[in-house]
T-cell receptor
Framework: SQQGEEDPQALSIQEGENATMNCSYK?????LQWYRQNSGRGLVHLILIRSNEREKHSGRLRVTLDTSKKSSSLLITASRAADTASYFCATVPPGNTGKLIFGQGTTLQVKP | GAGVSQSPRYKVAKRGQDVALRCDPISGHVSLFWYQQALGQGPEFLTYFQNEAQLDKSGLPSDRFFAERPEGSVSTLKIQRTQQEDSAVYLCASSPGQGARVNEKLFFGSGTQLSVL
């Protein structure tokens, strides 16, 4: 498997707090994406950051990318109970084969 | 029909049976993908179509796995002589992109949960 590593594997916070999850990957990339998966459902695309970008924002989401360390982080600010889900990073290696390589995910629980 | 539709939602098969899993992508989406997700893991790539052409099947675990998309729309993933290790959720995704943007934003179905007894 070429999956990257995500940490923490599980995270539990109170509503209103910020949640940070990290992703490390192994190969050079064209871009990195974050997806959310609610229990028993498919994945939903959250945000994409390109290899020449260092930071990107979308609403309450902030993503950073450090290609020298082959790592990315996803910050969710002012979390809500509805943010409870699993979060996966996915990388696009050079070559455009269509393949996304997913990490193992971080399970986030936001307590009301 | 706003999203990617997969059927059946659940499938229980006896070891050795053949199964067929269906995916209806979002209308007009050129690219279609199949992923396998084991419990507690991230999805793993199986195969990718652009229209009816299967451009990458490097993730198919064995020759028991076969996917097709004959008219460039609906796709079927077939697993022959199922084994217990095939138990997983099979996710289908589609995207409007192709070429360099083929996998920049995938739209996923809810998956088919396959249990092989």
């Amino acid at each position: 498997s070429q999956q990257g590593e995500e940490d923490p594997q599980a995270l539990s916070i109170q509503e209103g707090e910020n949640a940070t999850m990290n992703c490390s990957y192994k190969t050079s990339i064209n871009n990195l994406q974050w997806y959310r998966q609610n229990s028993g459902r498919g994945l939903v695309h959250l945000i994409l950051i390109r290899s020449n970008e260092r930071e990107k924002h979308s609403g309450r989401l902030r993503v950073t990318l450090d290609t020298s360390k082959k790592s990315s982080s996803l910050l969710i600010t002012a979390s809500r109970a509805a943010d409870t889900a699993s979060y996966f990073c996915a990388t696009v290696p050079p070559g455009n084969t269509g393949k996304l390589i997913f990490g193992q995910g971080t399970t986030l629980q936001v307590k009301p | 029909g706003a999203g990617v539709s997969q059927s059946p939602r659940y499938k229980v098969a006896k070891r050795g049976q053949d199964v067929a899993l269906r995916c209806d992508p979002i209308s007009g989406h050129v690219s279609l993908f199949w992923y396998q997700q084991a419990l507690g893991q991230g999805p793993e790539f199986l195969t990718y179509f652009q229209n009816e052409a299967q451009l990458d099947k490097s993730g198919l675990p064995s020759d028991r796995f076969f996917a097709e998309r004959p008219e460039g729309s609906v796709s079927t993933l077939k697993i022959q002589r199922t084994q217990q290790e095939d138990s997983a959720v099979y996710l289908c995704a589609s995207s409007p992109g192709q070429g360099a943007r083929v996998n920049e934003k995938l739209f996923f179905g809810s998956g088919t949960q396959l249990s092989v007894l």
